[in-house]
């Protein structure tokens, strides 16, 4: 799942409202440890031979030879085996032949078993959750190097605990994650001893963070979703480690919050909108917001029920479903509705693919990893189609990107350059707004950074929301207003 398809997924938890989500990346150990195994694993063949063969009484090596139909060379080998693995003893026995081998107590287990029982001294790799400090195997998910987060714009959460030490590391947990993901299942491994710590490496574990704010009043939560579901257990960590404090993250949120709120209020009054006009929308978006609950509660109901309860929950789950869907269609009506943070990536998308006229981009910043190559081409596909397209940036002399970054502007420059009567592309050096325009169809103003919400390293939580305009007058009077810039 994409982070816009989890924020969909989860934008409303009881009680809370979604406000902003990104990808984050959760610290994991990987650690080289010095342990002492005993590995249990099947008998060879061969030593299983020769082990029957001692126990029924034929103790000589050459008439074991003979009786198995082997060459000298080859018992000798399989009996040094044995030797070193404690399961056969050279007889010292008064009168017994000389050269002669006996079954040890531990070899007359092994016979019974038919497994071999070997104690080692060996190099364990394994992946340590930093923030839940216990073992975790996470399988097919990529790990991240802190070097792949900042060249990715994934930003990095925080341990704030020490690193690993072996008293962190449980015997129990250790052999639990040993068991799960040791390759030869037929071979069982378990942990005796930890000696040392040889070697750590922080990675990152690639995850979508939600941050949400209480109905009630400005109190803040972070969640997590690993690989699309929510990880209650790193929430709970999070939480109990005061990780939005120490993050800074609740400072990040509250300031900024207010200073762009009170802008696009006044744009949208200057162009004769109101609050007013926007709260039939939230009474909608309230009973949307009720129904997810809903929806969530009975799906993980569903999770665990049996057969005769599973009919019940789903035709629960159906009814859910519909009446989202109506009442996503009843907001859809409305030509003046405010916009979650999650549907602005879709809209975007949208803006990209329909456009017929005009497409119009102003946002500050300009991420490599929000105007990539397909991007840039699509673009390219709108001006050929002579739709012209208006894209403005920048803010000010300390405006810079990474390499990436500053790539992907010149080739837009460059585009421009190619289509000069079709494509204004301008850096207007002070620019906070963040608006996007399709045709004559609608406006987007908003606190989303429309060109750079993925790919910045440094990109703080906020409350991200904005308003949908969708009257023609009122959208064509605010598009001569930007114009105007790109003409001066």
């Known amino acids: 799942m994409t982070p816009e398809q989890i924020a969909v997924r989860y934008s409303v938890r009881p009680g809370y409202r979604l406000v902003d989500y990104m990808e984050v990346a959760l610290p994991v150990y990987r650690l080289n440890l010095a342990a002492f195994t005993v590995v249990h694993k099947p008998m060879p063949p061969i030593e299983d031979f020769i082990l029957r063969t001692i126990g029924s009484g034929i103790k000589d090596p050459n008439e074991i030879a003979d009786f198995l139909g082997l060459h000298t060379s080859v018992v000798e080998g399989a009996l040094t085996c044995l030797i070193q693995s404690d399961d ?31 104690p080692q001294e060996e190099s364990i790799v394994i992946e340590f959750d930093g923030l839940l400090r216990r073992p975790i ?98 929430e709970n960590a999070f939480a109990q480690l005061s990780g939005l404090q120490k993050m800074r993250i609740v400072d990040e949120v509250q300031p900024r919050e207010g200073r762009e709120s009170e802008v696009r209020r006044k744009t949208l009054e200057n162009l004769g909108i109101t609050e007013k006009d926007l709260e039939p929308v939230r009474e909608i978006q309230r009973e949307i917001e009720s129904t997810k609950e809903e929806l969530l509660k009975e799906e993980v109901i569903n999770a665990s029920v049996t057969k005769p309860e599973e009919v019940q929950i789903r035709g629960k789950i159906e009814a859910a479903r519909l009446k989202l869907s109506f009442s996503e269609a009843k907001i859809a009506e409305f030509s003046v509705r405010p916009l979650p943070v999650y549907e602005h990536p879709p809209i975007l998308e949208k803006a990209l693919s329909e456009a017929k006229e005009r497409l119009l981009i102003i946002s500050p910043w300009i991420r490599a990893k929000v105007v990539d190559k397909d991007f840039v081409r699509r673009i390219e596909e709108l001006l050929q189609n002579r739709v012209t397209v208006y894209i403005g940036y920048g803010l000010g002399p300390d405006y810079k990107g990474n390499q990436a970054d500053n790539k992907v502007i010149y080739n837009l420059k460059k585009l421009s350059e190619k289509h000069k009567d079709l494509f204004l592309f301008k850096e207007f050096g002070d620019t906070h707004a963040k608006v996007l325009i399709q045709d004559d169809k609608y406006f987007v103003i908003t ?22 305009v969708g009257e023609k007058k009122v959208v064509e009077r605010y598009f001569e207003e930007l114009r105007e810039r790109f003409n001066s």
């Not at 001893?193 to 922080?202: A, G, P, T």
């Not at 989303?448 to 390293?457: A, K, M, T």
Request: hydrophobic content about 35%; proline content about 3%.
């Open 88 to 118: 056969v003893v050279v007889n010292q026995l008064r009168g017994a032949i000389q050269g002669s081998v006996d079954l040890t107590e531990k070899g007359k287990q092994t016979l019974e078993t038919s497994v071999m029982i070997r």
């Open 447 to 468: 606190s989303f950074n429309w060109l750079s919400f993925r790919g910045d390293p440094k990109r703080t939580f906020r409350e991200e929301w904005g308003t949908y």
């Open 137 to 234: 195997w996470y399988g097919r998910l990529q790990l991240l190097s802190p070097k792949q987060c900042k060249e990715e714009g994934v930003r990095e959460i925080q341990t704030f605990q020490p690193r690993p030490e072996i008293d962190d590391i449980k015997l129990v947990e250790l052999s639990d994650y040993v068991a799960n993901t040791f390759e030869k299942k037929d071979i069982k491994k378990i942990i005796l001893n930890v000696r040392s710590v040889e070697r750590r490496q922080l990675f990152y574990l690639r995850s979508t963070g939600l941050l949400y704010k209480a109905v009630s009043d400005d109190q803040l939560m972070m969640a997590f979703a690993v690989d699309g579901r929510l990880s209650i257990e790193h």
